[in-house]
């Protein structure tokens, strides 16, 4: 008895997911556009709606996003939730500030209302990517949906038809638009000569899927008996004989012996709950059978049939049946039998372009959903590209995410600049050559910059054009797809360079103008342009908007595996001044007149959303502003970033090296601002240098240091031994004083010796500077910074150093220069003075016992001098106070060094 159930699954699936399509409804049989679309396929759903109760089962509302904080709905109660939160938590008092956060809490209330009016649920708000841009669809046909409200029509143009907006393009389907500006068009696969339409409204030819059966020609019939013969458990065939039987038995099975004979005649079928219910009571009496308990199948939760079975004795019993459930049951056939029946409209590889009759005149343009854009010939205007390879040669995943460690060093690189030679280099290069050496270093994540479409190179990938395409100058999306794999293959999580807080102001390419008005995305007037930058600003507050950022963030982590974000300038989006003020830290600059108030609710829901959908995901906040409560959570009044990088460290190792004499560094300032708020220390991304440095017309460290230096003139043999030595130091402090978190940029782990400069007109379109110059790593003074590197990431992955709590920093002295403080069972002494040694210096510790010197970077493979004898690198305390501590050690500091040493035998006395 419990085979029906299966079957009425069977037949959800068959009707709806996993595809999202005009013809969810039976009565759309794949040939017949006479459903009016809108109403079926926009993406946003009335909930109301007899069809959505009949295909997708309500979801439960914990459901709705963010099941941690169960408050996806809004009428779940406010348990745990306080706008205020970390406010109170933080002891901080400020009235105006504590009132903009109810405030702001209230809009989200408001907003997520606006939200599940017309979606399901934050998940389907977040799954755009599903159903617009351009897509396959079972039936025979592409798909294509685009939102331009103020278009007057709208047509694909392309090389499938000669690039004509009014004779051959593709508007044939429906093709129209709803009420909310989205555009829908059907392009149908034509039927070859002498073919004929499926009649089976179950039997789909898939033209992604290679069933190699379906592929083969196999008849249903024989798919029915080989189903009997091999797959089913004695008594569970009975409906699988005949195969008209299946569907007359399906309708029985729900109306009874009178059921509808025709589609046309078919009600609206009761809910996932009702049918269950009502099923469970008709079967009470029922023997117990061998299929999966059916609470699990018809929660009303689960309706795709791959994600039916979620016990996991049952998933294993269902895996262990060759060939799957779903083969079965849905009976699709593959690629080869679908091309011998039909011609794809629009085939792997073709251009396109959307075309928009507006007002204002005809456009052309870049599909905003579009996931892969070249430049035409010219390099002009660029064009989209379906990619849609056959499933011979799409990429196939190979390697899982790695888990997500507890501490993260993150390696932050640009694939176009990650070769030595004068060029662009491609995904695959960096892939094949960047990525061991990543691995090798010891780092555990990647950080890309610029991967994401933009017209312009120079921009490094800031202005960007189209949020959902990978940048086509480095390769294609599954070259991208390997890259994330094999990254993944070497444990390295791949975190992206999100760029949400502006975007680029082209027309031809980019969003502005799309549907020829001025607000389609962005706001209009002054608030639409970035002040500065001539970037445009996007209207955050737009539901529409939220739906292709959100969707945007979740198309990464679906489609390419990505394992985290970094929000790019955050202070952009947050203020209509756009960052540029100056901070003093007055709270009421954070609820100010100049807050925009909608990014910040965006920024909110794409963490709630990130983090409910993907309990693994990682973001990071990149914010000049500091924002109050960035880290914190959402259910505190928090922004919910897990990480964030705090940009007024990064000036202050260049600025010291650059303006200040160094027997005047002040130890005290080096720390406190390394530390930063030390209540936020914890959740800070630390770097000495990331790619802002080397990029923005600044210098690496290292250039600063010592640039490009003749290591064979005895002249430059003290530049080189001071250069060298600052250079771990700075390292090894900023690494390990606090934080979970440190992130490098490519190059400055060897202490890269020029700066990155893309081609543009200034430097006459030179690639001299836009490369990496890995040849540097063979020999000499890089080589020696690079294997102080390594050791010094080894050093976390073995002690464990990030993952542990904020250290006591409990020696800082300002005319000696040296730093000290103690982290797990590590001791960590610098001593900052260009000319003072000290052969026993003394630092306080908190245990009594034996503690032996694991890093040093004086040592001689790392370029140093090799000062400290071996005998001296294991030290017993002496019980005698020391920086407020009961025992000390003596430690050799010679200066311009540092040394990490681990407590091996405490001593009890
Ligand atoms: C960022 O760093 C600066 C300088 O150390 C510090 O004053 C500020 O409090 C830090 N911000 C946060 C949010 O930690
Ligand atoms: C980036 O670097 C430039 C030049 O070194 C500097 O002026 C700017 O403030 C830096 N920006 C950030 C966000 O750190
Ligand atoms: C660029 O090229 C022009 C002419 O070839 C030359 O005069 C100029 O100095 C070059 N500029 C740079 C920055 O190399
Ligand atoms: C240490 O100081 C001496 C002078 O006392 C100087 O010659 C030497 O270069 C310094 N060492 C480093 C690593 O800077």
Not at 132 to 154: F, I, K, N, Q, T
Not at 390 to 398: G, H, L, N, S, T
Not at 485 to 502: K, R
Not at 600 to 605: D, E, N, P, S, T
């Amino acid at each position: 008895m419990k085979m029906a159930s299966l079957l009425l699954h069977s037949r959800l699936c068959v009707f709806s997911a996993p595809y999202v399509t005009s013809s969810n409804s039976p009565r759309g049989k794949c040939h017949e556009f006479s459903v009016q679309l809108p109403r079926k396929t926009r993406p946003m759903a009335v909930r109301s709606t007899a069809e959505h109760s009949q295909q997708q089962p309500q979801q439960s509302s914990e459901e709705r996003g963010t099941k941690k904080k169960s408050k996806g709905s809004t009428s779940d109660a406010e348990k745990g939730i306080d706008p205020v939160g970390f406010l109170t938590k933080l002891g901080i008092s400020h009235k105006a500030f504590a009132q903009f956060l109810r405030e702001r809490h209230k809009a989200m209330k408001d907003l997520k209302d606006e939200i599940f009016n017309r979606h399901l649920n934050l998940k389907e708000m977040a799954s755009g990517f599903e159903i617009l841009g351009m897509h396959r669809h079972v039936e025979h046909r592409v798909d294509y949906m685009e939102w331009a409200p103020g278009a007057r029509y709208s047509a694909i143009v392309g090389d499938f038809n000669a690039w004509s907006p009014t004779e051959n393009c593709a508007r044939e389907g429906q093709f129209g638009h709803d009420d909310y500006g989205y555009w829908f068009v059907i392009l149908e696969d034509k039927l070859r000569e002498g073919e004929k339409p499926d009649e089976l409204y179950f039997q789909q030819y898939n033209y992604v899927d290679d069933y190699d059966k379906g592929d083969s020609g196999i008849t249903i019939e024989e798919i029915y008996k080989k189903a009997n013969d091999e797959y089913w458990e004695p008594g569970e065939d009975r409906f699988i004989k005949n195969r008209f039987e299946l569907p007359a038995k399906l309708y029985e099975q729900w109306f009874g012996p009178n059921s509808p004979q025709t589609y046309e005649e078919l009600e609206p079928i009761p809910d996932a709950e009702t049918r269950y219910k009502a099923w469970k009571e008709q079967h009470k009496d029922d023997p117990p059978g061998n299929l999966p308990p059916l609470d699990v199948i018809d929660s009303g939760k689960e309706y795709d049939i791959y994600n039916v079975i979620i016990d996991p004795i049952w998933r294993e019993k269902f895996a262990a049946k060759r060939p799957p459930i779903p083969y079965w049951l849905e009976t699709r056939k593959g690629r080869k039998a679908w091309l011998k029946k039909y011609t794809p409209t629009i085939p792997h590889g073709s251009k396109y372009r959307v075309y928009f009759n507006t007002p204002s005149g005809p456009l052309e343009r870049i599909p905003a959903w579009a996931t892969y854009v070249r430049p035409d010939a010219e390099g002009n205007q660029a064009y989209a590209i379906h990619w849609e390879p056959p499933p011979e040669m799409a990429y196939k995943w190979k390697h899982s995410s790695p888990n997500k460690p507890k501490s993260l060093r993150i390696y932050e690189c640009h694939v176009g600049i990650s070769s030595s030679e004068p060029k662009i280099s491609s995904f695959n290069e960096f892939t094949e050559n960047v990525l061991p050496h990543i691995k090798n270093a010891g780092y555990n994540a990647i950080q890309l910059i610029g991967a994401v479409e933009h017209k312009d190179y120079f921009t490094v990938g800031y202005r960007v054009t189209n949020l959902y395409a990978v940048s086509s100058r480095f390769g294609t999306p599954d070259d991208f797809k390997r890259l994330v794999d094999e990254a993944h293959g070497l444990g390295l999580l791949v975190f992206l360079d999100i760029v949400h807080s502006y975007s680029a102001p082209d027309e031809m390419v980019g969003l502005a103008l799309f549907d020829g008005s001025n607000d389609c995305y962005f706001h209009s007037g002054k608030r639409g342009q970035h002040k500065y930058w001539g970037t445009r600003m996007f209207k955050y507050g737009d539901p529409d908007v939220l739906h292709y950022l959100l969707s945007n963030l979740n198309w990464w982590i679906v489609e390419y595996h990505v394992d985290g974000f970094q929000f790019h300038s955050l202070s952009s989006m947050m203020y209509t001044h756009n960052g540029f003020a100056s901070f003093t830290g007055d709270l009421d600059e954070y609820c100010n007149q100049y807050v925009d108030r909608d990014a910040l609710l965006y920024l909110i829901l794409a963490n709630d959303i990130l983090h409910a959908l993907h309990p693994n995901i990682i973001t990071i906040a990149e914010d000049t502003s500091a924002y109050p409560g960035l880290c914190e959570p959402t259910s505190q009044g928090g922004l919910g970033f897990d990480y964030y990088i705090n940009l007024s460290v990064a000036g202050m190792w260049s600025s010291l090296l650059e303006n200040t004499p160094d027997q005047e560094w002040s130890m005290t300032k080096i720390v406190s601002t390394l530390v930063g708020n030390k209540q936020y220390a914890d959740k800070m991304l630390t770097y000495a240098e990331n790619h802002n440095q080397s990029i923005s017309g600044g210098k690496s460290l290292a250039e600063i240091l010592f640039g490009k230096v003749n290591e064979q003139s005895p002249d430059s043999e003290g530049l080189i031994l001071r250069g060298c030595s600052l250079h771990r130091m700075i390292r090894l402090i900023t690494f390990t004083i606090c934080g979970h978190a440190f992130l490098n940029f490519m190059g400055n782990e060897f202490g890269h010796p020029e700066r990155v400069e893309f081609p543009m007109s200034s430097n006459n379109f030179s690639f001299a500077l836009a490369t990496r110059q890995w040849e540097l790593l063979e020999t000499g003074l890089h080589q020696n910074l690079f294997s102080f590197e390594k050791d010094m990431m080894k050093l976390d992955e073995t002690e464990r150093v990030l993952s542990r709590s904020f250290p006591n920093i409990h020696h800082v002295d300002d005319s000696t220069m040296v730093i000290s403080y103690i982290r797990g069972p590590l001791l960590f002494v610098f001593n900052f003075h260009p000319t003072e040694s000290h052969e026993k210096y003394t630092v306080g510790v908190e245990e009594a016992g034996e503690y032996q010197l694991i890093l040093n970077t004086d040592e001689k493979v790392y370029g140093g001098q090799g000062l400290i004898d071996g005998n001296y690198y294991r030290q017993r305390t002496i019980s005698k106070r020391a920086d407020g501590l009961r025992n000390c050690l003596e430690v050799p500091l010679p200066n311009r060094t540092a040394q990490v040493y681990k407590l091996k035998r405490i001593l009890r006395i």
